[in-house]
């Protein structure tokens, strides 16, 4: 019989992709709906004097115009993590607006929703909107946001502090033990801010129904259920059982669509105050000036060896923006999601990070692909590198010499770091093993000696990873100050005829969760996958659910899936012995068939199906049947990790880097479909070789985006990237039950430090010793005029 | 992305086109390949009210040899000029430089015309019609003029065309050794510095383009070339509007200005 677990399985939704029938938010169309354009700030940072709406009111086709004194004044879209000051003090948590009442506070606020019959109309009332402002100084840069006299972004505070963090041991230890090292390395630099760049730009439809005073809402989120908690219980007030939150098929998120967003917000409130639907689609450019970004720290950091290259101490300073208002997300993605990775892969004895959160006058900052890991790994990786440097011991080497020794969550126990968090299972040593062999580390190094001879330079850049996935015990994170639980809900419906729907909380956008999720029902079922169809991003058919975000569809909703799966097992198993007329410990679930054990007396999957809805002849005090939801909450993380290699060529003349190569080892556990690990793998390090190379989110002195376009912000092309590499290794995840870490994000972690250890190393001779990413063509020029 | 409105209409031939243009004046735009225009109005950058598409004006989309010269319509996009085998043959330099524009959908929808008369100082063709010494061709209100290369542009998005005036066709003398060099943008992948060369006996003529607000010819180069590459030392000198930008600031272009000009010499010789 045919299996699917561990098997390449093409993806089933990329039929209607490819084809162009994917149904997404911007593709329904509603009778009687109306289009909806913002009239937003042009200004940073500004006091709004007047707004007038007078003669836009009464252009063609206009339904309704709505500023914050109309009624949507007095709400606003919550934060989902509160992270208080270290002294005890409450985390500073702005109102934010649904649109900006006296006060602008980024480029690209919204001042005042223009609804009209068509998006052209909207448009065109939307430029007739007046608001006269009056400009005031702007501060996008968290460390300088944190200076004295800096613009305040909220008046309400004594400065732009949003809180102040720390986590790991205690700091005059560290710093003890820094100052007895014998040597320490040290680094200052700038984990730039990048955005998102879903290829499908936000889209929503609200739609109210006076019958039955209902609404639903069509979003591009990637997490239904939650998004209909924050706009009922806290950004509307209204009740939760009315509203229904559809988002059919999004074309990706990469973090950008997990937040409540104010336009969502609006839109439902508006759409029953006009009593019709109501659609908005973002543009490239507003989705550049208010999709939340990432990243956006400015690090301190010293790093203490003592004489054998074992780390001693780490101290890290950091200032994180937070941007205008606090994101969904945003507070805990430099602090829980990034602090408590620390450890990395090495057994750092003594850690101390300090995080000052600062707001700015920018859009929100919140979790982007691997939120607060990248940035993590970032650090960890070059530190190691530059140390490797300084101290004359090959980069592999350092990394041999301090990595965690292998331990298998079973037989050995967790890793228990410094920084709160217990790995579940790790073998580091075998993924860099494996990555320097598929690299072929020794004969490169030789060919790099063998190049600068020729004037040619060459480098490579190591980059030893771990990460944290499958997000999270609900009451770990509880107590870290997430107000919310982190559950996933799996409910499967075995339908009289055997065929089964399987409803899940997570939320595909591009992960390939139809395919995936149904091989491994398909298998634990023993069907065939046809008969396996995966539901997902309706709330008025999916029960509950959290979405999907830091990998954790697989370990954490998958999970809740086999849970249920194995109640129709268990129930399965009452009515096959009934039928059978043998005892259930006599009987054993294979290829689809209950069998009683050492007979050929059998009874399939669907016969037992139709009995459980057709309960004629039926075990006595059994409810008929077969459907269970289940709820999985994790009593662990997950900890893929792996090893990323790259090798680049330098252009002398110019300063260009070539990547030439690119080597992935990781280790995600248990995969259910390698063909679909590889494809997260690869989109993850090119968005990670994108934030290397190419991508920046810059500000002017004003606050004004000077890269609001795809002519001004550098994606990734396929040219850019030479053909992945990839292997993997095998260590299971001894918590969940299909043994899965998760692997949308690693991609993205491993990869950027990989490829500037790469620039670094390629110029190491020449007194280069570190450059600021985005390694443009003109930053690494200037790094090697500077060594001149 | 939704532009202004406007009211769109075709012109069946360059007389056509002119009257039209007289007609609405300022308030009225051509339209070729759409590619450097459309995006503007999207952005409601540029708002005509009228947009006066000349894509089918017959016989404006063809590449003849006429003599020594290889006259190229102005509607010819920039995927058939990068397959004609008259360019490629003749004027390989603009072979060289019409197959890095943009990408493949860039390609086959901009054109000559457009390109040359939207001047964008990050664009490639001016490089070359610079340092090849091609005519521009026009027609307007007061009839037919050639202009030369060297006095069509004269500033960011700025050129000698009178308001009712059209490019019909751009006008190369044929090149035996020209070559074409381009550091692009890693964003949009216009040129951060083009650089066109062309080699006639002794002399070169080289052709900058993406350094300054207009495109140049640089002379100093070409005085002070000895038969190597020595002379790029000269690329930028004189230009006082170096453009500056956070891919490139004034002095990492000029340095690139040189190494391109460097390479180029070096190519021709
Ligand atoms: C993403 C992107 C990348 C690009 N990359 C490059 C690049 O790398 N290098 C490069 O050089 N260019 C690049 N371009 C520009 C592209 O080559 C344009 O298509 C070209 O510059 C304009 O040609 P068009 O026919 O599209 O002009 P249109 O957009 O139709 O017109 C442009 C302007 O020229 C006027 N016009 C058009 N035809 C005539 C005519 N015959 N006579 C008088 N006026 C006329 C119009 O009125 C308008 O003002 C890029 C464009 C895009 C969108």
């Not at chain 1, 014998?182 to 955005?195: G, L, S």
């Amino acid at each position: 019989m045919e299996t699917f677990i561990g098997q390449p399985v093409k993806r089933r939704e990329d039929d209607r992709f490819l084809k162009g029938a994917g149904k997404y938010t911007d593709d329904i169309k509603l009778p009687g709906m109306t289009h909806s354009a913002f009239v937003r700030s042009p200004y940073a940072h500004a006091r709004i004097l007047s707004i007038d709406t007078s003669k836009a009111k009464t252009a063609e086709g206009v339904v309704a115009i709505y500023t914050a004194e109309d009624g949507c004044g007095a709400f606003g879209v919550p934060c989902g993590w509160q992270v208080d000051f270290k002294n005890g003090e409450t985390m500073r948590e702005p109102q934010h607006p649904l649109l900006a009442k006296d006060k602008i506070r980024h480029v690209g606020e919204a001042v005042a929703i223009v609804i009209a019959e068509t998006q052209e109309l909207a448009r065109d009332a939307a430029e007739l909107v007046q608001v006269s402002y009056e400009g005031l100084p702007a501060v996008t840069c968290p460390k300088k946001a944190m200076e004295p006299g800096a613009p305040k972004v909220h008046d309400e505070w004594e400065d732009n502090a949003s809180f102040d963090w720390c986590i790991g041991n205690d700091r005059a230890a560290v710093e003890a033990a820094l100052e007895k090292a014998h040597h320490v390395t040290e680094m200052t630099y700038k984990n730039h801010r990048v955005a998102p760049n879903a290829i499908e730009p936000r889209s929503y439809i609200a739609d109210y129904d006076v019958n039955g005073d209902k609404w639903t809402l069509y979003t591009s989120t990637q997490n239904p259920h939650l998004i209909r908690l924050l706009l009922c219980a806290f950004a509307l007030g209204i009740p939760e059982h009315k509203v229904r939150v559809v988002s059919y098929d999004v074309g990706g998120g990469f973090g950008s669509k997990i937040y409540h967003y104010t336009e969502e917000a609006l839109l439902t409130w508006a759409s029953k105050e006009i009593g019709r639907p109501v659609k908005w689609t973002s543009d490239r450019t507003e989705a550049f000036l208010t999709d939340a970004h990432g990243r956006d720290h400015i690090v301190h950091s010293k790093m203490g060896f003592d004489k054998d290259g074992k780390i001693v101490a780490h101290l890290t300073d950091e200032y994180c923006a937070m941007g205008a208002y606090l994101s969904t997300f945003a507070p805990a993605v430099p602090t829980y999601l990034h602090g408590t990775l620390f450890q990395g892969v090495y057994t750092t004895p003594l850690i101390h990070l300090n995080v000052v959160a600062p707001f700015t006058h920018t859009v929100a900052v919140d979790a982007y692909r691997g939120a607060g890991r990248p940035e993590a790994t970032y650090l960890l990786e070059r530190i190691m590198s530059k140390a490797a440097k300084e101290m004359a011991i090959d980069p592999a080497e350092l990394r041999f010499k301090n990595f965690i020794p292998p331990f298998d969550g079973v037989k050995e126990p967790g890793y228990q770091t410094q920084v709160a968090l217990q790995y579940d299972s790790g073998n580091y040593e075998a993924v860099l093993k494996r990555g320097l062999e598929m690299l072929g580390y020794e004969d490169f190094r030789m060919d790099q000696a063998e190049a600068r001879k020729n004037g040619k330079l060459l480098g490579v850049g190591i980059s030893t990873y771990i990460e944290g996935c499958g997000i999270a015990p609900s009451a770990v994170v509880g107590a870290l100050g997430a107000r919310a639980g982190l559950y996933e809900v799996g409910h499967v419906r075995v339908q009289p005829t055997g065929k089964v729907s399987v409803f899940t909380g997570a939320h595909s956008h591009g992960q390939g969760h139809e395919t995936v999720f149904a091989q491994f029902v398909a298998d634990k079922l023993g069907i065939s996958m046809d008969d396996v169809d995966i539901v997902h991003g309706d709330t008025d058919q999916v029960a509950f659910g959290m979405g999907t975000y830091g990998s954790r569809s697989l370990s954490v909703g998958g999970s809740a899936i086999i849970k249920s799966i194995d109640k129709i097992l268990e129930k399965g198993a009452k009515i096959a012995a009934h039928k059978l007329e043998a005892a259930e410990e006599d009987l054993e679930y294979a290829e689809g068939k209950w069998k009683v054990k050492g007979t050929d007396k059998s009874i399939s999957f669907g016969d037992v199906s139709l009995t459980a809805y057709v309960p004629h002849d039926y075990p006595e005090g059994l409810e008929p049947g077969l459907d269970f939801s289940s709820f999985y909450d994790p009593t662990n993380f997950t900890y893929p990790f792996g090893t990323h290699i790259a090798v680049v060529e330098v252009c002398a003349d110019t300063g260009k880097v070539t990547l030439q190569r690119f080597v992935a080892c990781d280790d995600v556990g248990n995969v259910m479909n390698p063909m679909i690990v590889d494809g997260q793998i690869h989109g993850g390090v090119v968005q990670g070789v994108g934030q290397a190379l190419l991508e920046e989110v810059v500000f002017d002195g004003e606050g004004q985006m000077a890269t609001g376009s795809y002519m001004d912000y550098a994606m990734p092309r396929a040219d850019d990237v030479p053909m992945i590499e990839t292997d993997r290794t095998t260590t299971p995840c001894p918590h969940n039950p299909l043994g899965v870490k998760g692997a949308g994000e690693a991609g993205a972690i491993g990869s950027t430090p990989a490829v500037v250890n790469a620039v670094v190393d390629a110029l190491s001779h020449l007194g280069v010793t570190d450059i600021q990413m985005p390694v443009t063509p003109q930053r690494v020029w200037k790094a090697m005029q500077s060594k001149k | 992305m939704i532009p202004a409105k406007f009211e769109y209409k075709r012109a069946s031939s360059v007389s056509e086109a002119i009257s039209m243009l007289g007609e609405h004046g300022m308030d009225a735009k051509l339209v070729s390949g759409g590619h450097s225009l459309v995006p503007a109005m999207k952005l409601r950058m540029s708002r005509p009210e009228v947009l006066i598409d000349i894509k089918r004006i017959p016989g404006l989309d063809i590449i003849t040899e006429e003599g020594n010269e290889i006259v190229i319509g102005a509607n010819c996009t920039h995927t058939q000029v990068m397959r004609s085998e008259l360019v490629q043959k003749d004027v390989n330099i603009v072979y060289q430089a019409v197959s890095r524009i943009g990408d493949i959908q860039i390609r086959n929808r901009g054109t000559i015309g457009g390109s040359l008369a939207h001047a964008d100082p990050s664009s490639d063709y001016p490089a070359v019609v610079l340092a090849c010494d091609a005519k521009i061709e026009v027609e307007g209100g007061n009839g037919k003029r050639s202009i030369d290369a060297k006095d069509f542009f004269l500033g960011i998005f700025t050129t000698a065309l009178e308001e009712d005036e059209i490019i019909t066709a751009v006008r190369f003398p044929k090149v035996a050794n020209g070559t074409y060099f381009k550091f692009y943008q890693s964003a949009s992948r216009f040129a951060v510095v083009g650089v066109a060369a062309v080699k006639e006996g002794d002399h070169v003529k080289v052709g900058v383009t993406g350094v300054a607000g207009t495109p140049y010819r640089a002379t100093a180069v070409e005085n002070a070339y000895s038969g190597n590459g020595d002379a790029a030392e000269h690329a930028v000198d004189g230009i006082d509007d170096i453009m500056s930008d956070h891919f490139a600031d004034e002095e990492y272009r000029a340095h690139l200005a040189k190494v391109m000009v460097r390479k180029a010499l070096e190519a021709v010789n």
